[in-house]
């Protein structure tokens, strides 16, 4: 079968991996012949390219840029694929209306159309989301608000998030020396958060589960590597709180697997996570893992090292806790990469 994705990859976040990962994982199958439509110089285009998937990169600077659109009418008139796949909201506006322009233009019979979700934000009554065949979502919490919204249950199945745990250790395998950097000495205790300085990944709770950390334990580092438009306001909170001799914004990594190798324990603090790939990561590392109970992340992490959301107090006490019992649990297999694209093609089997 001819699978065409679209994807905006206007950023490079873990929802664009999966994709890379997807396509990757597909191109073993003889079933499959594939073609991946994405934003011209987006390091989706060129990590999936290195990867052998053939890729299709276009002009795309807004989120329902007509240039992608009129593309996506062009690849689906030469490629005739059985199935479009869109990755993301942007991918999937433009995915019902190239449908609907095969179908004016007399292109035979439409495509099937397939949307992945991996976000549990609410959906709104307008979404493209009720104009997909299949709707893939990554975890229950994210079916639980499609349905919510009146995406009707039968459309929906679930097919959780994967990392290639083979991949994760090679990329961990040379050290970033994020103690070196920071002037730190070998053994410092570190607490490491790899996400987006935005409101849902709620790092403010963990500044503050920092600040209750410090008489426990006034030797653990706290790092928060990503960048966002959050990044101000915890720069002030951390001055605030007179932490900022404990607590690090490195800013965007380019290897997180690499420091999360180097963390003692991988904390989540988000208020809304739809599964949380970088939690995967650090158990394919394995660190041991400590979250709220956001979204999809207690399918991953057992009750044991979950917390309320917000609730910095417990978030502290938990972190302090994991230092002295060092033992993750295991990456479950269903969150690996294979499985994942397992999934995803008896789906497109399904429809086709």
């Known amino acids: ?35 991946l439509l994405t934003k011209r110089g987006s390091e989706l285009a060129r990590r999936a390219a ?19 659109a009129w593309r996506l009418v062009v690849e689906a008139l030469e490629f005739r694929p059985d199935v479009i796949h869109a990755h993301d ?15 004016w233009l007399g292109a035979g ?29 990554i975890s229950e919490a994210v079916r639980s608000v499609l349905v919510a919204a009146g995406v009707a249950a039968a459309t929906i199945r679930v097919i959780p998030s994967g990392v290639d745990p083979d991949e994760v250790r090679r990329a961990a395998a040379a050290p970033c020396g994020i103690r070196a950097t920071l002037g730190l000495p070998e053994g410092t205790p570190l607490a490491v958060n790899v996400a987006a300085l935005e409101a849902a990944k709620d790092q403010p709770a963990l500044l503050r589960a920092a600040a209750r950390a410090r008489t426990a334990r006034p030797d653990l580092h706290w790092v ?26 490195p800013g965007y990594v380019d290897r997180p697997e690499a420091l999360l190798a180097e963390a003692d324990v991988c904390v989540m603090s988000s208020r809304a996570e739809g599964l949380g790939s970088v939690v995967l990561e650090a158990l394919a590392l394995g660190k041991p893992v400590v979250a709220t109970r956001a979204g999809g992340l207690p399918e991953v992490v057992p009750a044991e090292w979950l ?3 917000g609730d910095d107090d417990a978030l502290a006490r938990k972190v302090v806790a994991a230092l002295d019992h060092r033992s993750a649990f295991s990456l479950p297999t269903r969150f690996t990469a294979s499985a994942m694209a397992a999934g995803v093609l008896a789906v497109y089997k399904l429809l086709v």
């Open 1 to 35: 079968m001819r699978v065409l994705h679209a994807d905006s990859g206007r950023v490079w976040r873990g929802g664009q991996n999966q994709v890379r990962l997807l396509a990757r994982e597909l191109a073993r199958s003889p079933d499959v012949e594939q073609r």
């Open 307 to 309: 917390v309320p959301v």
């Open 89 to 103: 909201g942007h991918a999937l506006g433009l995915a019902v209306w190239a449908r609907r322009g095969l179908a």
């Open 224 to 249: 928060i590597a990503g960048e966002g438009g959050l990044r101000r306001a915890l720069e002030a909170q951390i001055r605030a709180l007179g932490v900022g001799d404990r607590v690090h914004l």
């Open 109 to 137: 019979s439409a495509p099937h159309l397939v949307a992945t979700h991996r976000v549990v934000f609410p959906v709104r009554s307008r979404s493209a989301l009720f104009h997909a065949d299949l709707v893939i979502v």
């Open 50 to 68: 290195r990867d052998g998937v053939r890729v299709r990169d276009v002009p795309w600077t807004m989120g329902l840029d007509p240039r992608a």
